[in-house]
């Protein structure tokens, strides 16, 4: 390498860390831009995390309990899936002018619940049993798969 040369460019993965920061700084400048400029309509918004337990080993229960607590809700409990079901709690406040705030929490519902039992409507339907600090933020001990 020449003298006066430039290093070569270190190549980054992105990684969790990085990506983390990346959506914090993101949502920040968001909300400093509304509060900054009344004069833009107020946006649509969705937020979707999705927690897997078998990931770092974590504690579902505890991180959905976490993910809800940003707004009060209400939270709607939804179980769904082709082959293995998937557990979600979302929530939608509406805006004027039709506009929303959308927040939904998914995971495997293995991760988080006991699947207790069928229902007796025409087809044999899973019903999913919630542990507390989930039930409370469902309002539902139990979620029916849709």
């Known amino acids: 390498m020449a ?9 980054r993965s992105h990684t969790e860390p990085d990506r983390r920061a990346q ?3 993101i949502l920040r400048a968001v909300a400093d831009l509304l509060e900054q400029s009344p004069q833009l309509p107020e946006p649509d918004v969705e937020i ?3 927690v897997i337990s078998g990931y770092a080993r974590r504690d579902v229960p505890a991180l959905l309990a976490l993910a809800t607590s940003v707004t009060p ?4 409990p939804e179980i769904c899936g082709t082959g293995s079901d998937w557990l979600y709690l979302r929530s939608e406040i ?3 002018a039709r506009r ?9 519902a293995a991760d988080i619940g006991v699947e207790s039992g069928v229902t007796t409507r025409t087809e044999k339907v899973p019903v999913w049993r919630l ?3 989930v039930a409370d933020t469902a309002g539902t001990p139990t979620v029916e798969r849709t």
């Not at 003298?3 to 190549?11: G, M, Q, T």
């Not at 809700?73 to 709607?76: E, F, I, Q, V």
């Open 94 to 96: 509406r805006g004027p």
């Open 100 to 108: 929303y705030m959308r927040l939904s929490v998914g995971c495997p």
């Open 48 to 50: 979707r995390w999705t």
């Open 3 to 11: 003298e006066n040369s430039p290093a070569p460019k270190e190549r």
């Open 73 to 76: 809700g209400p939270w709607r």
């Open 23 to 25: 959506s914090a700084a």
């Open 131 to 133: 542990p507390p600090a």
